[in-house]
Nanobody
């Protein structure tokens, strides 16, 4: 059984910073990519940032230059450093891992439970 556990959400004023973390655990053969998505009230879930095992990154245009994704492959952990936060960044942030479980031969998507980020004055 694979689990993704997120941490680091919270409340911050505009211009502030937060760092999210997501650790994958369980029977994992390999993780091909990890990343972050978010969903604001009344909106669809959207990509924030992803990173492959080889270090290739992809960011939403709205967060480029403000957010930085990083990974610790040895710990199966992905981080999202969020700087210069804006009220429009308010959302539930979900961790995603695209991986092959130890008991399988195919790739699956796994999701964390979500962590709330609120940016408000």
């Amino acid at each position: 059984q694979v689990q993704l556990v997120e941490s680091g959400g919270g409340f911050v004023q505009p211009g502030g910073s937060l760092r999210l973390a997501c650790a994958a655990s369980g029977s994992i053969f390999t993780i091909n990519a990890m990343g972050w998505y978010r969903q604001a009230p009344g909106k669809e879930r959207e990509l924030v940032a992803t990173m492959t095992g080889g270090g290739y990154t992809n960011y939403a245009d709205s967060v480029k230059g403000r957010f930085t994704i990083s990974r610790d492959n040895a710990k199966n952990t992905v981080y999202l450093q969020m700087n210069s936060l804006k009220p429009e960044d308010t959302a539930v942030y979900y961790c995603n891992a695209r991986l092959i479980p130890g008991s399988s031969w195919r790739e699956y998507d796994y999701w964390g439970q979500g962590t709330q980020v609120t940016v408000s004055s």
